[in-house]
């Protein structure tokens, strides 16, 4: 999936046919989104952690952070 609209037509599907999601499964889909987010912003690479989230700048953010901190500012 690299569209929002995508990811949220998913869900919708997913609530119509088996209703309440488990949480396991909006976690998924919440970081799929973060990660199409990430992708539309420039970045290289998310990973997720059990307590953290990192970021792997491109090098165009290496070496002006301000750009991408701008960014996700404003989205």
């Given at each position: 999936?690299?569209?929002?609209?995508?990811?949220?037509?998913l869900k919708?599907?997913?609530?119509?046919r088996?209703?309440?999601?488990?949480?396991?499964v909006?976690?998924?889909l919440?970081?799929?989104?973060?990660?199409?987010?990430?992708?539309?912003?420039?970045?290289k690479?998310?990973?997720?952690?059990?307590?953290?989230?990192?970021?792997?700048?491109?090098?165009?953010?290496?070496?002006?952070?301000q750009?991408?901190i701008?960014?996700?500012?404003?989205?």
């Amino acid at each position: 999936m690299t569209q929002i609209a995508q990811i949220a037509d998913l869900k919708k599907e997913l609530i119509d046919r088996y209703g309440k999601l488990p949480v396991e499964v909006s976690n998924l889909l919440s970081k799929i989104l973060i990660k199409v987010l990430a992708k539309q912003a420039g970045l290289k690479r998310v990973d997720f952690g059990t307590d953290r989230l990192v970021v792997y700048c491109a090098k165009k953010y290496q070496k002006n952070p301000q750009t991408l901190i701008d960014w996700a500012l404003t989205n």
